[in-house]
């Protein structure tokens, strides 16, 4: 009897209100517990959902855009053992060899009489004029139901065509580049002789591949890299590589996580899975261990060092929020071109009127800090600098002002740096500024943020003014374009004209993203900011 089960979304951690940007299964597909079924991507983390249970996918109840949280039924799966996925079991099993003859047809075996076939791209959800980023087949090319044709590439997701029909490929009907939608046909496949026997190998079929599938298996005992032990199979899944390169690469032992990718937006592609295999052949051959391809950003990955020969070592694994802030930070160092402007801020008066607050404020249950008038003089700052208060979009070409004022705030918890966001700054008084400080601190330390709290910043402080330091560069807290960096205030002698009198002068740190802000305009935003400090009440006029 069979059995249907609603496969939910797990425990995700604090995030709610995911995107899916990618979808890995279909109805039909066998699955085995761990399997990733699909890709869900915050503004902090990509992560995979896998399968619970073996089973079989009986229905989608999601597509790729729509958001979901822990709990929200993701897909329908036919547990393992049922009488229907037996039956896709043998459809899928391969052909019985000559010296094992058999009664029954061949399970790929397709209608006996000759036919043309149009297969066409099947319902892909709300995606329409989506382009081809890579064509598997070619004229006279064997083909087997569900095998893969071209793949398509979304600005959400990727995904293959397969073949609906057993055959031979007559015409290819379109090509990379070209921009198609549901019920596009894509090739003309000749049912004639009705079995395809042989499962073909997308992009496999030319002698120097053939030669590449064969040569590592011969040469997998002398190389590291072709050893399938050594698969980092987290790693593995969010390699950026179609489902049909992914298998690929499994079939010969090949590590994705340590290629770079030479397709669009650094996918990887066979090609590059062939030359990886070749370089690692050829290393093994000469007596050279082989060393790990260059990272997508074309920058060789960090040679792995065993540490335990120096001495007693301890291995820990990093907290979740350095894991994903790692990534984050990774990826706006390669992608920004930040500059960084140093100066210093006469507070004298400002601190002085926080004193005369403190005794105020602490009747009203509220810690008044420094970092609360700073908050509000950056928001009046920022309606006078609007290009600091914006984002690019991601081709580039385009600047988004922000009409909001919602400051970030990093915060130093022990598991990492999160930035709650406050927001409404320019609407809110110190006092109130002070109290979200407090409570959004709090919560930081607790781990009680949610995506919400940590989303839609103008620009970010980081302040290490209860640490020390003199002066440091922080990195821009993309999207936004900006970010203020504050350390230790410090008495110093400042000349006046007649003498030297003792000021309290407070360092700031502005680092901005170059494409968008010039030196002279960072000059002057951080010499305005000094105006607001220095003298608070121009927060007023």
Same mark, same amino acid.
């Given at each position: 009897m069979?059995?249907?089960?609603?496969?939910? &979304?797990?425990?995700?951690?604090?995030?709610?209100?995911?995107?899916?940007?990618?979808?890995?299964?279909?109805p039909?597909?066998s699955?085995?517990?761990?399997d990733?079924?699909?890709?869900?991507?915050?503004?902090?983390?990509?992560?995979?959902?896998?399968?619970?249970?073996?089973?079989?996918?009986?229905?989608?109840?999601?597509?790729?855009?729509?958001?979901v949280a822990?709990?929200?039924?993701?897909?329908?799966?036919?547990?393992?053992?049922?009488?229907?996925q037996?039956?896709?079991?043998?459809?899928?099993?391969?052909?019985?060899?000559?010296?094992?003859?058999?009664?029954?047809?061949?399970?790929?075996?397709?209608?006996?009489?000759?036919?043309?076939?149009?297969?066409? &791209?099947?319902? /892909?959800?709300?995606?329409?004029?989506?382009e081809?980023?890579?064509v598997?087949?070619?004229?006279?090319?064997?083909?087997?139901?569900?095998?893969?044709?071209?793949?398509?590439e979304?600005?959400?997701?990727?995904?293959? &065509?397969?073949?609906?029909?057993?055959?031979t490929?007559?015409?290819v009907?379109?090509?990379?580049?070209?921009?198609?939608?549901a019920?596009?046909?894509?090739?003309?496949?000749?049912?004639?002789?009705?079995?395809?026997?042989?499962?073909?190998?997308?992009?496999?079929?030319?002698?120097?591949?053939?030669?590449?599938d064969?040569a590592p298996? #011969?040469?997998?005992?002398?190389s590291?890299?072709?050893?399938?032990s050594?698969?980092?199979?987290?790693?593995?899944r969010k390699?950026?590589?179609?489902?049909?390169?992914r298998?690929f690469?499994?079939?010969?032992?090949?590590?994705?996580?340590?290629?770079?990718?030479s397709?669009?937006?650094?996918? /990887?592609?066979?090609?590059?899975?062939?030359?990886?295999?070749?370089?690692?052949?050829t290393?093994?051959e000469?007596?050279?261990?082989?060393?790990?391809?260059?990272?997508?950003?074309?920058?060789p990955?960090?040679p792995?060092?065993?540490?335990?020969?120096?001495?007693?070592?301890?291995?820990?694994d990093?907290?979740?929020?350095?894991?994903?802030s790692?990534?984050?930070?990774?990826?706006?160092? $390669?992608?920004i071109?930040?500059?960084?402007?140093?100066?210093?801020?006469?507070?004298?008066?400002? =601190?002085?009127f926080?004193?005369?607050l403190?005794? =105020?404020?602490?009747?009203?249950?509220?810690?008044?800090?420094?970092l609360?008038?700073?908050?509000?003089?950056?928001?009046?700052?920022?309606?006078q600098?609007?290009?600091f208060?914006s984002s690019?979009?991601?081709?580039?070409?385009?600047?988004?002002?922000?009409?909001y004022?919602? /400051?970030?705030?990093?915060?130093?918890?022990?598991?990492? $740096?999160?930035?709650?966001?406050?927001?409404?700054?320019d609407?809110?008084?110190?006092?109130?500024?002070?109290?979200?400080?407090? =409570?959004?601190?709090?919560?930081a330390?607790?781990?009680?943020?949610?995506? #919400?709290?940590?989303?839609?910043?103008s620009?970010?402080?980081?302040?290490?003014?209860g640490?020390?330091?003199t002066?440091?560069?922080? $990195?821009?807290?993309?999207?936004?374009?900006? +970010?203020?960096?504050?350390?230790?205030s410090?008495? #110093?002698?400042?000349?006046?004209?007649?003498?030297? +009198?003792?000021? $309290?002068?407070?360092?700031?740190?502005?680092?901005?993203?170059?494409?968008?802000?010039?030196?002279?305009e960072?000059?002057?935003?951080v010499?305005?900011?000094?105006?607001?400090?220095?003298d608070?009440?121009r927060?007023?006029?």
């Open positions: 069979s059995t249907i089960k609603e496969i939910k &979304v797990p425990d995700i951690g604090d995030f709610s209100d995911v995107e899916i940007i990618e979808i890995l299964v279909k039909g597909d699955l085995k517990a761990e990733p079924v699909m890709t869900l991507e915050s503004d902090k983390a990509t992560m995979d959902v896998p399968c619970p249970e073996d089973g079989q996918v009986a229905e989608l109840l999601v597509k790729v855009g729509d958001r822990e709990g929200t039924p993701i897909l329908k799966l036919q547990a393992a053992g049922t009488s229907e037996a039956a896709t079991e043998v459809a899928q099993a391969p052909t019985p060899s000559a010296s094992a003859p058999s009664t029954d047809p061949a399970p790929t075996s397709g209608p006996v009489a000759s036919a043309s076939v149009d297969v066409i &791209v099947p319902d /892909i959800g709300d995606f329409e004029d989506v081809i980023i890579e598997f087949v070619k004229p006279g090319d064997a083909v087997n139901v569900e095998d893969p044709l071209i793949t398509l979304s600005d959400k997701a990727t995904m293959e &065509v397969p073949s609906s029909d057993a055959g490929i007559e015409t009907l379109v090509k990379v580049g070209d921009r198609i939608s019920g596009t046909a894509v090739v003309r496949l000749s049912t004639s002789g009705g079995v395809a026997t042989v499962p073909s190998v997308p992009a496999a079929s030319t002698p120097e591949v053939a030669k590449a064969s298996v #011969q040469a997998a005992p002398t590291s890299a072709a050893e399938p050594k698969i980092d199979e987290t790693a593995f390699a950026h590589a179609s489902p049909s390169v298998k690469a499994r079939e010969l032992g090949v590590d994705l996580s340590k290629l770079s990718g397709g669009r937006k650094n996918r /990887i592609t066979k090609e590059d899975v062939q030359n990886y295999v070749k370089q690692a052949v290393k093994a000469s007596g050279v261990a082989a060393t790990p391809a260059a990272s997508g950003s074309g920058i990955a960090m792995e060092v065993d540490f335990s020969k120096f001495g007693e070592i301890e291995t820990q990093l907290p979740r929020i350095k894991k994903i790692g990534k984050n930070l990774h990826r706006v160092w $390669l992608n071109p930040a500059v960084t402007h140093h100066d210093e801020v006469d507070i004298t008066d400002l =601190e002085n926080r004193k005369e403190k005794d =105020e404020a602490a009747k009203q249950g509220v810690r008044i800090t420094l609360a008038f700073i908050m509000k003089a950056l928001a009046a700052n920022l309606k600098f609007p290009t208060n690019l979009t991601p081709d580039g070409e385009r600047l988004i002002l922000k009409k004022f919602h /400051i970030g705030v990093a915060v130093d918890t022990p598991n990492g $740096l999160v930035v709650p966001v406050i927001r409404d700054v609407q809110k008084s110190v006092y109130d500024l002070a109290r979200d400080l407090g =409570e959004m601190s709090v919560k330390r607790d781990g009680k943020l949610k995506s #919400q709290d940590m989303q839609g910043g620009m970010t402080i980081s302040s290490l003014g640490i020390g330091g002066a440091f560069t922080p $990195l821009v807290n993309a999207p936004e374009v900006a +970010i203020l960096g504050l350390t230790r410090r008495m #110093q002698p400042v000349w006046n004209g007649k003498e030297f +009198i003792p000021r $309290l002068m407070q360092p700031v740190d502005v680092s901005y993203d170059h494409r968008v802000i010039d030196g002279a960072a000059a002057r935003f010499a305005s900011l000094g105006k607001y400090l220095t608070i009440r927060v007023l006029l």
